[in-house]
């Protein structure tokens, strides 16, 4: 069975040794004990596992450690910097645009990951990222707003 | 052991207050209990705030007498309040710091919250119902009054001035004539003020009037937020202990099916990989989930199995009314039949579907000398205790449980599989094991809602008027099933088939069915009169909430001007409804798009009023979501099944609403001060399918009477 011995994570580089056919998602949480990032499905239905892999948002449940293990991996436990949110996270925390808030880490890596590419992007945009995420307390009028308010914050 | 599915506790359906009681007492020492919650003053609670609620029906035995610890000051000034409920996303948290906070004087950010840890707090029952709101609250604000009374009068005696010259703001006990002033804190470090506290507080301290609200009514934001979006709150899931184990647990192929023989050297053979057999019980722990997968795997290859028969969902809804015993219960007005003018019967369904939480049940169990500690996502954590000690036969003050604010629960959360399974598989590991339901696991295990078939009678008199009224609901329940309408004879009843589906409580209960098909019904009524939908039901309400709130709703969305406005395949629909204490009246425009086949929800102006608000921001979050969450069954929803399997077990088959499905909102909450407070978590999801439907004929001439509403080119 093909092992990976080394991963990077939030900026280091982090020895592990083991099977590289395992999700993202577990290695994450299991090994390294990153629990910000959710399982809502293990089957790419509705990414609360996002998480950034050399900026691109990712649905870490359906990526193997083995596929990403020379590239960067962010997640939201590296957003902050400091103790200063980012001003996504700083955005979700304006408009309390959480109910249970268990899909919001997913919902915060997926809007940075577009942000942080298309900082002035179209509705259209907006929708056919966010629409992969799924929110069961059906809080999507909040989280439209902190979108916005995160849209605006990323323009100016 | 058996780990059948059975349904959750039959009264959860009727009256979810009450939980299977434990008879027992139990309680940490208060040694234990002060190192775990730290120096200072405690109050207990007072005049058993939950339980008076609770009416005996159905609970026989007394409940237990928990450590009843319900405030505690300590020496840093920090106050904690204890409670046993549980933050699911309802916004409890934010509503009972606001309560504590109010009757204290002191900021919100000065409380703790300690929720719902089985070893500290007290027994506020089940988190459902919406009883966190009427029942909770007042038991926090009084025992947060009674602490403030027993420090003024505690104060007042060191000073030796009177009681009413002393003022509490802002944390700090004042003389203003003396100009002497103590802190909590400082209150906090006398030996005397910790000994008047260690008696029952006082149960008649004055709590706070409305109009004096200074915390209370406003939109305090939820304390934990700030965890939330940097992904440090730990749910249940995400609990870390030394050498934790992962777990899985082998499921039956079919609903019913019965293990036949196992073998399980397989997973014997894995390297630290523990297996364990307990009757139909055939669990795995390992040092990975990948690892405890591969384990299971391995044996359930040599498991055999002997299936059981199981209805189909196609068939789901003969086989409830064949389940009825004697048959449905007969229209008893044959005379009003007889008599009157135009007399109308149908039939309405309602799909079995998932709650379908984002955060799938899980558990992390842990035993340490004899103890028993679970951590896990649940509304009714006295009730998991309950169960875990009896599947372990514990002593009470044996188990603890633990419930971290949880990913969602809807009413779907309240018994204690994960729990249980965690716990028996880390009994025979002999080491921590986090067990965490797959979302197949979630979508075929967890309790559903019931599905319903729904039968209305009803017998129009010369006028228009209702003469007769007969509703008889099948297997969802009685939640909102009298009508509030005026008729001249009435009967509203359930009645219980066998269910094929283990089926619990869903947001709202069977209110969701019972008001889909009433409000569907009297559309149809309605129009049998001739008359117009609002104007119909106004003529058979008395004055009162319900119609306040269905007047405020056609006014806002100006109804009587877009009901006669007519656009091919576009129209609007009203729906009203109350269930606890609630009332709730939704208008709606949807645009039916032939091509796709699809109905647009594309306005929806929803008018809610739960006496005084105590959050209104969080009360908006919850009208919000119930109304989005109440687009997907009155949609798309819907749970399939055949030969006892589930046939969509994903978020790809079986699709819950989106941002794409978003409607344009306008929501009022109708405030009424001069009314005590209930819960809002639930009844705003109920007048929403069947506005939708009425629109829906409104735009079509179609009347659609099964949920969710598929227009019927697409059934074929
Ligand atoms: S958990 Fe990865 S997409 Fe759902
Ligand atoms: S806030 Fe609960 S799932 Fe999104």
């Known amino acids: 069975m093909p092992t990976i011995t080394e991963l990077r994570v939030n900026g280091n580089k982090v020895p592990l040794n083991t099977d590289a056919e395992r999700s993202l998602l577990e290695v994450l949480r299991e090994d390294l004990d990153l629990t910000g990032t959710k399982y809502g499905c293990g089957a790419g239905d509705c990414s609360a596992c996002t998480v950034l892999v050399d900026g691109t948002p990712t649905r870490s449940c359906i990526t193997s450690v083995g596929s990403v293990a020379s590239k960067e991996i962010t997640t939201i436990e590296a957003l902050a910097k400091n103790g200063t949110l980012h001003p996504v996270q700083e955005a979700f925390l304006k408009e309390n645009a959480f109910q249970c808030g268990y899909c919001i880490p997913g919902m915060i890596m997926g809007l940075v990951g577009l942000l942080d590419k298309k900082p002035v992007p179209t509705d259209a945009e907006i929708l056919s990222r966010m629409d992969r995420h799924l929110c069961r307390c059906c809080g999507y009028p909040s989280i439209v707003k902190a979108i916005r308010r995160a849209a605006a914050q990323a323009r100016s | ?716």
């Not at chain 2, 192929?253 to 997973?267: M, N, T, Y």
């Not at chain 2, 795997?297 to 189909?312: G, L, Y």
Request: net charge neutral; with cysteine.
């Open chain 2, 1 to 716: 052991m058996e780990t059948n599915p059975i349904n959750c506790p039959a009264e959860i359906l009727e009256d979810e207050q009450i939980i299977e009681p434990v008879a027992f007492e139990f309680g940490l020492n208060r040694r234990v209990f002060v190192q775990m919650i730290g120096a200072g003053v405690l109050i207990t609670a007072s005049a058993k705030p939950a339980l008076a609620q609770r009416s005996g029906r159905g609970s026989g035995g007394a409940r237990p007498r928990n450590v009843s610890a319900r405030i505690h000051i300590g020496k840093d000034g920090i106050v904690k309040v204890m409670t046993g409920k549980v933050e699911v996303g309802q916004g409890s948290r934010a509503e009972l710091t606001q309560g504590a906070a109010e009757e204290l004087r002191v900021l919100p950010s000065q409380i703790q919250l300690v929720m719902s840890d089985t070893g500290l707090v007290p027994d506020d029952g089940n988190t459902a119902g919406s009883r966190s709101t009427p029942a909770t609250l007042p038991a926090i604000r009084q025992a947060a009054a009674a602490a403030r009374s027993l420090l003024v009068a505690f104060a007042a005696q060191q000073w030796g001035v009177e009681q009413d010259t002393v003022q509490v703001r802002d944390g700090r006990v004042t003389h203003a004539a003396t100009q002497r002033t103590l802190a909590y804190a400082d209150l906090a470090q006398s030996d005397e003020l910790a000994k008047l506290f260690n008696q029952p507080a006082p149960a008649e301290a004055p709590i706070t009037p409305l109009q004096d609200w200074k915390v209370l009514g406003t939109s305090v934001p939820r304390p934990n937020g700030r965890d939330l979006v940097t992904g440090t709150h730990r749910f249940s899931s995400d609990i870390k202990r030394p050498d934790l184990l992962r777990g899985k647990i082998l499921r039956a192929p079919s609903f019913g099916a019965k293990l036949v023989s196992i073998d399980l050297a397989p997973a014997r053979a894995m390297k630290e990989v523990v297996v364990v057999q307990d009757g139909q019980f055939v669990g795995v722990a390992a040092p990975s989930t990948a690892r405890a997968e591969e384990a299971l795997d391995a044996i359930a290859k040599t498991a055999k199995w002997e299936s059981a028969p199981h209805p189909s969902s196609q068939e789901v809804f003969a086989y409830l009314r064949d389940g009825v015993q004697g048959g449905l219960p007969k229209n008893p007005f044959a005379d009003e039949l007889s008599s009157a003018n135009k007399v109308l019967r149908q039939t309405y369904h309602a799909a079995y579907v998932q709650h379908a939480p984002m955060e799938t049940r899980s558990a992390v169990a842990e035993w340490r000398d004899g103890h028993l500690t679970v951590w896990t996502g649940t509304q009714n954590p006295f009730g998991y205790l309950g169960e875990l000690t009896r599947t372990f036969r514990l002593p009470p003050e044996r188990v603890r449980v633990i419930v971290p604010d949880t990913g969602g629960g809807f009413g779907g959360k309240h018994t204690g599989e994960a729990a249980v399974e965690a716990a028996r598989l880390a009994q025979a590991a002999n080491r921590p094991v986090s067990l965490k339901w797959t979302r197949e696991e979630e979508f075929t295990w967890a309790c559903f809602r019931p599905a319903a078939l729904i039968e209305a009678e009803a017998a129009l008199d010369v006028k228009g008027a209702i003469a007769s009224w007969h509703f008889v609901n099948v297997n969802s329940g009685q939640s909102a099933i009298n009508t509030p309408y005026r008729a001249g004879k009435a009967r509203s009843e359930s009645a219980s088939p066998r269910a094929p589906l283990r089926h619990g409580s869903y947001r709202a209960l069977a209110s969701t069915a019972n008001n889909f098909a009433r409000e569907c019904f009297m559309d149809e009524l309605a129009a049998a009169a001739g008359a117009d939908p609002l104007e119909f039901r106004l003529a058979h309400l008395e004055n009162g909430r319900l119609r306040d709130v269905l007047e405020a709703a056609a006014k806002r969305f100006n109804w009587r001007e877009r009901i006669k406005q007519k656009r091919p395949d576009m129209g609007v629909g009203l729906a009203c409804g109350t269930e606890k204490g609630s009332y709730v009246a939704a208008c709606a425009e949807i645009a039916f798009d032939r091509t796709q086949n699809k109905i647009n929800v594309r306005h929806v102006c929803e008018v809610f009023e739960c006496g005084a608000i105590i959050n209104p921001d969080n009360l908006r979050a919850q009208v919000e979501g119930c109304i989005i969450m109440g687009l997907g069954p009155a949609l798309r929803e819907v749970s399939r099944f055949e030969g006892g399997k589930i046939l969509n077990a994903s978020f790809r088959g079986y699709q819950v609403p989106r941002f794409s499905d978003l409607p344009e909102l306008d929501i009022h909450l109708l405030n009424r001060p001069d009314l005590p407070s209930v819960g809002g978590g639930e009844t705003p999801i109920i007048a929403i399918a069947p506005a939708i439907g009425n629109a829906f004929f409104a735009a079509t001439g179609i009347r659609l009477r099964s949920l969710p509403m598929v227009p019927p080119a697409a059934k074929a």
